[in-house]
């Protein structure tokens, strides 16, 4: 199983949205609706905001979406703040009880 | 509220094994609600799922390391634990254990601080 496919960086001013994208194969992402988005501050433990493609957990703000067509998800942050400025991962279940992340995106808020 | 603290030697010789421990508190790993995995980081590098674990002992392991790789639990004492034979410098990472609900589409919704693990002679 590879890695999953993200672009290195992101970015975007204050109060505008950015989308992350995440390319992974039919095995992975197209196959299944169990993709994940992860938000990971310098320093930190990772942070589950998006799971199964599009839903939020309890304290998420709505301001994180997720979506996914074929074997690309993307996740989007709109109304930007300087706080979403982190690295964001995503993952996918990759069948045979396997799981596979993407290599992590940089997002800078401007 | 759940917390999950992982413990070992944050310095391993190469070819030896890497052993950690998660202990669960503010919940019971015996739970079965959840299931219960390592992740792991190199410095400056992604996330790589290393395996999971149900409470009842059925493992899971990711195939690229699934011939170095043992996790074991330990419902008396609210841990499980991870083994990780024959270590190279490729293996030096941030360590995570973290928790997976039963039905949450695979994602890992709770994680520990994580700890760094150096393979060195």
């Known amino acids: ?110 | 509220q759940l917390q999950l603290q992982e413990s070992g030697p944050g310095l391993v010789k190469p070819s030896e094994t890497l052993s950690l421990t998660c202990t669960v508190s503010g919940g019971s790993i015996s739970s079965s609600s959840y299931y219960w995995g390592w992740i792991r980081q190199p410095p400056g590098k992604g996330l790589e799922w290393i395996g999971t674990i149900y409470y009842s002992g059925s493992t899971y392991y990711n195939p690229s390391l699934k011939s170095r790789v043992t996790i074991s639990v330990d419902t008396s004492k609210n841990q499980f634990s991870l083994k990780l034979s024959s270590v190279a410098a490729a293996d030096s990472a941030v360590y995570y254990c973290a928790r997976r609900p039963y039905y949450g589409g695979y994602s890992f919704d709770s994680w520990g601080q994580g700890t760094l693990v150096t393979v060195s002679s």
């Open chain 1, 1 to 110: 199983q590879s890695a999953l496919t993200q672009p290195p960086s992101a970015s975007g001013s204050p109060g505008q949205s950015v989308t992350i994208s995440c390319t992974g194969t039919s095995s992975d992402v197209g196959g299944y609706n169990y993709v994940s988005w992860y938000q990971q501050h310098p320093g930190k433990a990772p942070k589950l905001m998006i799971s199964e493609v599009s839903e939020r957990p309890s304290g998420v703000p709505d301001r994180f979406s997720g979506s996914k067509s074929g074997n690309t998800a993307s996740l989007t942050v709109s109304g930007l703040q300087a706080e979403d400025e982190a690295d964001y991962y995503c993952s996918s279940y990759a069948g045979s009880y396997n799981l596979v992340f993407g290599g992590g995106t940089k997002l800078t808020v401007l």
